[in-house]
């Protein structure tokens, strides 16, 4: 999952995200994430403002929802300024859409998000060195694309996509400045770039540059990502980092110390006078705050009542802002046969969005293990194949360009995190008719009794697992 961008590439998870950041490395893709960078909180600021908290303060008994990487930094703060706080979480396990596989005990995989997206001032870079968790780099720009009939592109054929992409971003650059009402990107995209009229090879190459660096990126489809909004986030500089061991260190560490409870599925939130009561399927919590760190999509599938029923823009704010996609497949052989020289492949799909995002991960674990994405539209198709189609499909990909003698795999991982009830999809992104301003809505308390935290309420740093962190922190900080 980005979100990790939880892909990964982001998320290369899924949340992830995205994956995902993909945008400076494949181009100048988003052109207001530079803008937005220059205002938002440092950590040091973030962590200054939390400290600044007034002696008088009387402890309080808070129950954070949500074992996720928001909750746990909502109650560490919490816990670190006195007071008592209990974390209801409906899965069995914590750690939420950062999701640490041990299936393979010499090669730990994530499900869920892989990446510290940016590493330069990024408070889970601080985290990660702080537990001493193995971190390897990934290198955006070391990518080979592979045509749609399974050859390499050469130097020609490269610079020609390169062409392509500039002329799509520059068609999104455009439309933003000059738009005064919302519309599809994809639609923004063809408008600017004459879609109609460039020959079929130019559109299948867009149509593949569109799903790699914004579909992939953000989960949606482009005929549902806004195309005023869908970039207003921003990022951190540096390097993308890989835990080699596995994302799960860090919720590991948050949650050391707390008071956590386990498969406490959540079915009620209300407000009785000075009190607010938790309402579970094996019974109720009573405290005087609530933090909320549901995910977007749980809080979209009504799963969970709130009385009195929560504030308009809020409720305007869980309907409209949606979830992505971005699922894997972890495929192992017994040995690489693929180019491993590369972080990233590409292989233009002549069906859209299919298959076409791979990451090597044997530099960085030392196994023969490769990953497929498949994002938005596709992504959430391909839920409901089972795992034999599914394997069969990425195989018949990576057959097209090394050839049918390649073994079949060992083994394989599969993530369906739009069928997860406990994520309803891996991370969140602002389709047509939203607006950024939305996640702050989404981020309001209730009268200053229920509180929000996710990413999904971090306006500067959605569908990352820094965004989440941070929100949580905040969330805390507001509580306090």
Known sequence: MKFGKLVQKTSCIVLTNRYL?????????????????????????????????????????????????????????????????????????????????????????DHGASWIHGQTGNPITAIAKQVGAPLVTTNENSMIVYNTDGKVLDATASKKLESLRSTIASSVTKAQNSLRSDIPLQSAIEAGTGWASRPLQDQIWMRYLINSDYEQEYGGSATSLSALWFDQDSD??????????????????????????????????????????????????????????LPLGVLKSGAIQFSPALPQAKVNAINSLRMGILNKCFLRFNSVFWAQNYDWIGTIPTLNGRWAEWCSLSRQTGKPIIVG???????????????????????????????????????????????????????SYIPVGAKGSMMDDLAANVSQTIYFAGEATNRKYPATVHGAYLSGVRAGTELV
């Open 236 to 293: 951190f500089s540096g390097r993308d980092l890989l835990f080699t061991k596995g994302y799960r260190s860090v919720t590991d560490f948050l949650a050391q110390g707390l008071s956590i409870q386990l498969n406490q599925i959540v079915t009620r939130v209300r407000i009785q006078g000075a009190q607010v009561i938790v309402d579970t399927k094996t019974g109720s919590f009573t405290a005087d705050k609530v933090v909320v760190t």
């Open 21 to 109: 950041s993909i945008a400076s490395s494949r181009g100048m893709l988003m052109n207001r994430r530079d803008s937005l960078r220059a205002g938002g909180l440092s950590l040091m600021a973030m962590a200054a403002t939390a400290g600044k908290i007034s002696a008088a303060v009387i402890p309080k008994k808070v129950i954070v929802i949500g074992a996720g990487v928001s909750g746990l930094a909502a109650a560490k703060t919490l816990v670190s300024r006195g007071h008592s706080v209990i974390v209801l979480e409906g899965r069995n396990r914590i750690g939420g859409r950062i999701a640490t596989s041990a299936k393979w005990a010499d090669a730990p995989v």
């Open 373 to 427: 994405f498949n994002a938005a539209d596709y992504g959430a198709q391909l839920e409901f194949s089972n795992d034999a189609t599914i394997v069969q499909e990425a195989m018949a990909t990576l057959r097209k360009v090394y050839g049918n003698s390649i073994p079949n795999p060992v083994d394989y991982q599969i993530t369906r995190w739009a069928t997860d009830s406990f994520s309803s999809g891996s991370y």
